[in-house]
């Protein structure tokens, strides 16, 4: 396992934005599943499933991009942060 060094991760804006917009989409993906399970007319059920859909693709996205973030400094902290 890759050891990060926490002090640039924490201190890279990018990263924390990022880090927020990841919980946010969690927080909305628990909502859309709520919102899916509560409806019984067809086309709120696919709308709520497209907003699931979305959300998934989005949370993917996200998790992507800080996992890359995160290799970046754990290969060179100094060039990621751009000391």
Do not use: W
């Amino acid at each position: 396992m890759k050891r990060i060094p926490k002090k640039s991760v924490l201190h890279d804006k990018r990263y924390h934005l990022l880090l927020q917009d990841l919980k946010q989409t969690e927080h909305d993906l628990d909502a859309a599943y709520t919102k899916l399970g509560s409806v019984l007319e067809q086309d709120l059920i696919d709308c709520y499933i497209y907003e699931v859909q979305s959300l998934q693709m989005r949370y993917r996205f996200l998790l992507k991009r800080i996992k890359q973030i995160e290799d970046s400094y754990a290969k060179n902290p100094l060039e990621a942060s751009g000391s």
